[in-house]
């Protein structure tokens, strides 16, 4: 799993910006959406605080559902329903991967008659060349999976000055092969990443403006292109539809406003008030300030859409700290912690979240409802009291460290529902940078922290591996626990070498529950997001992972 090392990573999938793991810039609410009668045609406008939009696959984080794969179709792709888990479908391929090898190789092969905007064939040769560009220093910070995994990809440094690389092959125009340096079960997920987009190297004349106006795969090509004010995008006329499971390529045009003010963009959408505004959306989140206004006014509300689902907020205790270090500690501050508080301090139970139990999140394959730690909402400070008792420990005095632009409610939250416990709690505020190197770094001074959590695509490897695996303490990585068990890493590592789906799920649950039972952390809420939409947009709803908007669905009403 990829290491995280900003503080913030969830915003906009539709304003195109990063929607990493590490989620702790929290959107909001869940429920409802629109679906009435799309039609093809119209144009549909995009609200974005982005100055600049860059649709190059080397350097994207986005998920599955986002705007980038408008323009740009992998090997594989992800489709969503309201009422189903996302699954994986074929996209340019024909399959999502035969695996050989012992899960080692996998091989792809592509549809027939796939085209470009400009008419020429894509090929094999293409989506190498395309992976290959990733690796290059100069075009960084893309989801980079696949970097770890293939063959000789810690050495490679891409096209422009490494060459080929040899574990991505390409024995003709519509046959692909990847040789992984170990097993690991989810590649077809990864080839639904932006780096698995093809790209023709007669095209990459100036990689450093490639994403201003790549070679159009999707239903999509960019049409006009100004930063900080304005992008559009235009149909590609070679784009097949029977081809594609993923898409539905409604709208005739999308116009991307940019650089607008996040509390414009949602005063603009409360209003409704023209064609430009009410064939508009965002991935802009409604703001705890103006959930009154939206919940006030029916109208407003029924243009919210809000997720089933989505990052698990939870508090790290550092199992390293001398005073975290027994097991029993833990358990008790899983009793007396006042998650119905955390819930209130994010806005209640319809915008902030429900509370959590568990490691894997609702909507990820491998998700079973438990609880290990049976309190009231409120928690149970006696139990703990006991338990502490029990630990012959008294007068425990913990050091929280929070974001102090947005983690203070909830840190006091925390402090509130401790000291009822008998837990003294001081709260450190720190910049969201600061705050992310101590946590991540190497000098790991604090002994409690809130985060949130979500992994890049709907596997429970990204709810388990990178907050659990010993790998990932320290130097960038999100064990912000600390949490080590050597029985626990096998059995992570075997989770991840299963390719059988069902098997694979099975084994991730499995390890939620043995990894609670240790009490690394206490879980807190499954968080919601809520975004506005116009009253036009249709198809426009959040499901239960990513909980974003799929961009590739939307259409426009009459």
Not at 87 to 105: H, M, N, R
Not at 304 to 329: D, F, I
Request: hydrophobic share 35%; proline share 8%; glycine share 8%.
């Amino acid at each position: 799993m990829k290491h995280i090392t900003r503080a913030v990573a969830v915003a906009a999938v539709l304003a195109l910006a990063a929607t990493a793991c590490n989620a702790n810039n929290k959107d909001a609410p869940s429920g409802g959406g629109s679906s009435a009668a799309a039609e093809a045609g119209g144009t549909l406008q995009f609200l974005s605080t982005s100055k600049e939009i860059s649709f190059d696959p080397a350097k994207s984080q986005n998920l599955g559902t986002s705007a980038i794969h408008l323009i740009l179709r992998g090997l594989t792709a992800w489709k969503t329903d309201p009422g189903k888990p996302t699954e994986l479908v074929p996209d340019l391929a024909t399959d999502t991967g035969q695996v050989s090898d012992g899960g080692k190789t996998w091989t792809y092969k592509l549809k027939p008659g796939l085209k470009y905007a400009d008419g020429s064939t894509i090929v094999a040769a293409d989506i190498k060349y395309g992976i290959e560009r990733s690796f290059a220093p100069e075009l960084s910070g893309g989801l980079g999976y696949h970097k770890s995994l293939l063959v000789g990809g810690d050495k490679y440094t891409g096209p422009y000055k490494g060459g080929a690389l040899a574990s991505v092959e390409t024995p003709d125009d519509t046959t692909i092969i990847f040789k992984l340096n170990k097993p690991f079960g989810d590649w077809p997920w990864v080839a639904s990443m932006p780096a698995f987009s093809p790209v023709p190297k007669k095209a990459d004349t100036d990689p450093a403006h490639y994403g201003e106006k790549p070679a159009a795969s999707g239903p999509y090509q960019v049409k006009s292109y100004q930063p900080g004010s304005k992008l559009e995008l235009e149909r590609n006329p070679n784009w097949d539809k029977a081809s594609d499971q993923a898409r539905t390529g409604l709208p005739d045009a999308y116009v991307w406003q940019m650089g607008l003010e996040a509390n414009t963009v949602n005063q603009r959408l409360i209003q409704d008030a023209n064609d430009d505004k009410n064939a508009a959306a965002t991935g802009v989140s409604v703001p705890a300030a103006l959930i009154p206004t939206v919940t006030g006014n029916p109208a407003v509300k029924a243009r919210v859409a809000t997720s089933p689902s989505g990052a698990l907020q939870y508090l790290a205790m550092n199992n390293k700290r001398p005073a975290l270090s027994n097991p029993e500690v833990r358990k008790a501050i899983q009793y007396a912690v006042d998650k119905q508080a955390v819930q209130v301090a994010e806005g209640g139970p319809e915008f902030g979240g429900e509370i959590a139990s568990t490691l894997i999140t609702p909507g990820i394959e491998g998700y079973s409802k438990y609880n290990t730690y049976e309190a009231p909402p409120a928690g149970d400070p006696d139990k703990a009291k006991q338990l502490l008792a029990a630990a012959g420990v008294t007068n425990l005095r913990l050091t929280l460290v929070a974001d102090n632009a947005t983690g203070l409610p909830v840190a006091q939250a925390i402090q509130q529902g401790l000291k009822r416990a008998g837990i003294t709690v001081d709260i450190k505020p720190l910049d969201s940078e600061p705050l992310s190197d101590l946590i991540t770094g190497n000098k790991p001074d604090y002994d409690l922290t809130v985060s949130s959590w979500l992994p890049d695509f709907p596997s429970a490897i990204g709810n388990i591996q990178p907050l659990f695996a010993t790998s990932e303490i320290g130097n960038g990585g999100y064990n912000i626990s600390r949490y080590s068990n050597p029985t626990v890493d096998a059995a992570i590592n075997a989770a991840t070498a299963e390719s059988d789906k069902a098997k694979a799920a099975a084994a991730w649950g499995a390890l939620d529950k043995q990894i609670m039972n240790d009490a690394p952390l206490v879980p807190l809420l499954y968080a919601r997001n809520a975004f506005l939409h116009g009253s036009k947009v249709q198809n426009f709803y959040l499901p239960s992972y990513p909980p974003y908007p799929n961009t590739l669905i939307l259409g426009l009403s009459k």
